[in-house]
């Protein structure tokens, strides 16, 4: 099986290569921190892998817990 140019399955896997920007998810996300950008990730691969409502659930996940730790006292908003 030939893999398209730049896919790797591991440092350029085809989910996270393949939006129609030509940017791949960790340009966007590694300025984020690490709640806001595991969330961006499961909606960036939405229906890429395996199921959509899966990947969006976990982005709500991650999205509910940045609100959480936002909220709590004494939070730095960094």
């Known amino acids: 099986m030939a893999l398209e140019p730049d896919h790797h399955p591991v440092n350029h896997p085809l989910h996270y290569?393949?939006?129609?920007?030509g940017i791949e998810c960790i340009q966007i996300t590694e300025h984020m921190n690490f709640c806001q950008g595991n969330a961006v990730k499961y909606i960036w691969r939405a229906g890429l892998k395996g199921n959509p409502i899966e990947d969006l659930l976990k982005a709500r996940w991650y999205i509910d817990r940045e609100i959480a730790r936002l909220e709590s006292p004494g939070c730095t908003n960094s």
Do not use: I, N, Q, R
């Not at 290569?17 to 920007?21: D, K, L, R």
């Open 17 to 21: 290569t393949a939006h129609s920007s």
